[in-house]
């Protein structure tokens, strides 16, 4: 969430910042109106149980009957009034958090302007694509003809927007889990975490999932958990109620995890292959750092992602994304893989700067240094990739006349030494 004193003290700066993301700017009032009646009224409170201390003091020393019992049911007058009082600052602390959760962030200052995502912009394309002396199938023919996805049964299992993988199209999506596991741990510096696949709602809170993006979670009925829509949830909220060390930062994580987004809003869209699935497989990175690193250490972790890119030796785009495209960051890039057989560049990996927005929701601290007053540290994230869309650009990218998919060369390690599918 924003801090309140940013609120209070630069009320225009959240109006102008709200605007540029296409938010509606009245939230700041709303926020502003509700914490000045509740301050008024804890004032209130402290004014009258003060009051009352010193009363309750006086009627313990007093000797006249009648005055005492007159002092006594004026503090009765004064007790109701302050649990009245209470009641009220109590509901709306909890309207004045509900509308703190629902503000969404501020983008930075060198983010493009944009009211769509039409609006990114292309920063560079690294790669040439691959020129076919054939027309080059999508991956939905290719992966049916090899005999490594079922669609039919997929649905048959759990309905549309599933999938089966089989035999080498298994081992494939196996072998590129691993490998860019092996790749982040060995030269980019991450340790794994392997944490639980479902979580509390405060934890969603705590990266800002909840309650804007509610929508877009599969919740377990009965039990206060949700599957995690990404490995970033888990792994942002590691270190949550803690105080960090200035020594311990950064900390960088890795993890793989399966994840799981409705996909209804998409409904019409994409309703071939495997690219928009309401299950789906992806590697995640994520930083924990000190605020006047958090941008540079951003730059460092979308070089982490295009790595796995380069090694796979697929085209691909790297956007800056627009304020409308920003969804909980202050900035974000994209990188998006080409695939020849949709004709299609396909978004494999969102690498975001949050400064302390989750911060603040997720109470992350660390202290500077020995002694000093915890502040909030930064966190950011990035997929580093995600699947099946890696899957997409693999099997389209690397097929051959006769319908096979030569294996690249960075994986046949991780596939047993084969070097064609098919």
């Given at each position: 969430?924003?801090?309140?004193?940013?609120?209070?003290?630069?009320?225009?700066?959240?109006?102008?910042?709200?605007?540029?993301?296409?938010?509606?700017?009245?939230?700041?009032?709303?926020?502003?109106?509700?914490?000045?009646?509740?301050?008024?009224?804890?004032?209130?409170?402290?004014?009258?149980?003060?009051?009352?201390?010193?009363?309750?003091?006086?009627?313990?020393?007093?000797?006249?009957?009648?005055?005492?019992?007159?002092?006594?049911?004026?503090?009765?007058v004064v007790g109701d009034r302050i649990a009245d009082l209470d009641r009220q600052i109590s509901a709306d602390e909890?309207?004045?958090?509900?509308?703190?959760?629902?503000?969404?962030?501020?983008?930075?200052?060198?983010?493009?302007?944009?009211?769509?995502?039409?609006?990114?912009?292309?920063?560079?394309?690294?790669?040439?694509?691959?020129?076919?002396?054939?027309?080059?199938?999508?991956?939905?023919?290719?992966?049916?003809?090899?005999?490594?996805?079922?669609?039919?049964?997929?649905?048959?299992?759990?309905?549309?927007?599933?999938?089966?993988?089989?035999?080498?199209?298994?081992?494939?999506?196996?072998?590129?889990?691993?490998?860019?596991?092996?790749?982040?741990?060995?030269?980019?510096?991450?340790?794994?975490?392997?944490?639980?696949?479902?979580?509390?709602?405060?934890?969603?809170?705590?990266?800002?999932?909840?309650?804007?993006?509610?929508?877009?979670?599969?919740?377990?009925?009965?039990?206060?958990?949700?599957?995690?829509?990404?490995?970033?949830?888990?792994?942002?909220?590691?270190?949550?109620?803690?105080?960090?060390?200035?020594?311990?930062?950064?900390?960088?994580?890795?993890?793989?995890?399966?994840?799981?987004?409705?996909?209804?809003?998409?409904?019409?869209?994409?309703?071939?292959?495997?690219?928009?699935?309401?299950?789906?497989?992806?590697?995640?990175?994520?930083?924990?750092?000190?605020?006047?690193?958090?941008?540079?250490?951003?730059?460092?972790?979308?070089?982490?992602?295009?790595?796995?890119?380069?090694?796979?030796?697929?085209?691909?785009?790297?956007?800056?994304?627009?304020?409308?495209?920003?969804?909980?960051?202050?900035?974000?890039?994209?990188?998006?893989?080409?695939?020849?057989?949709?004709?299609?560049?396909?978004?494999?990996?969102?690498?975001?700067?949050?400064?302390?927005?989750?911060?603040?929701?997720?109470?992350?601290?660390?202290?500077?240094?020995?002694?000093?007053?915890?502040?909030?540290?930064?966190?950011?994230?990035?997929?580093?990739?995600?699947?099946?869309?890696?899957?997409?650009?693999?099997?389209?990218?690397?097929?051959?006349?006769?319908?096979?998919?030569?294996?690249?060369?960075?994986?046949?390690?991780?596939?047993?030494?084969?070097?064609?599918?098919?």
């Open positions: 969430m924003l801090d309140i004193k940013l609120i209070r003290e630069q009320p225009d700066l959240v109006r102008a910042g709200l605007r540029r993301r296409g938010d509606n700017p009245a939230q700041v009032d709303a926020i502003l109106a509700l914490d000045e009646r509740r301050r008024a009224l804890i004032k209130e409170v402290e004014v009258l149980k003060a009051e009352r201390n010193v009363v309750s003091k006086e009627i313990s020393k007093l000797r006249d009957a009648i005055e005492r019992e007159a002092k006594i049911s004026a503090m009765r909890a309207e004045f958090n509900r509308l703190l959760l629902w503000l969404p962030n501020l983008p930075h200052a060198d983010v493009p302007d944009g009211s769509t995502e039409h609006d990114n912009v292309v920063v560079r394309v690294e790669g040439e694509p691959r020129q076919f002396d054939f027309s080059p199938k999508p991956h939905w023919e290719l992966g049916e003809a090899l005999g490594i996805i079922d669609f039919e049964r997929g649905v048959k299992l759990s309905g549309s927007r599933f999938f089966v993988l089989k035999g080498a199209g298994s081992r494939l999506q196996r072998a590129l889990i691993t490998w860019m596991l092996d790749l982040h741990t060995q030269q980019h510096g991450y340790s794994e975490i392997t944490p639980p696949y479902v979580v509390k709602e405060e934890v969603l809170v705590g990266t800002g999932n909840l309650p804007r993006f509610g929508e877009n979670l599969f919740r377990i009925e009965g039990a206060d958990l949700t599957l995690i829509p990404t490995a970033e949830v888990p792994v942002t909220n590691l270190y949550r109620d803690e105080i960090l060390e200035a020594s311990d930062l950064p900390i960088f994580h890795v993890a793989y995890t399966p994840c799981w987004r409705n996909e209804q809003m998409s409904a019409g869209r994409d309703v071939r292959g495997i690219k928009r699935v309401y299950q789906f497989d992806k590697v995640e990175m994520v930083k924990f750092v000190t605020p006047e690193t958090s941008y540079a250490e951003l730059l460092t972790l979308v070089a982490n992602a295009e790595d796995v890119c380069k090694a796979l030796k697929i085209p691909y785009r790297l956007l800056k994304l627009c304020t409308a495209d920003l969804g909980t960051a202050t900035m974000k890039y994209d990188l998006e893989m080409w695939a020849p057989g949709v004709e299609e560049w396909l978004e494999v990996s969102s690498c975001s700067n949050f400064e302390a927005y989750q911060s603040r929701r997720a109470n992350l601290r660390y202290r500077p240094s020995p002694g000093a007053k915890p502040e909030f540290l930064h966190t950011l994230n990035g997929s580093g990739l995600a699947l099946p869309r890696v899957m997409i650009a693999i099997m389209e990218n690397y097929q051959q006349p006769d319908g096979t998919i030569v294996v690249p060369e960075v994986l046949r390690p991780y596939m047993g030494g084969a070097e064609v599918i098919g």
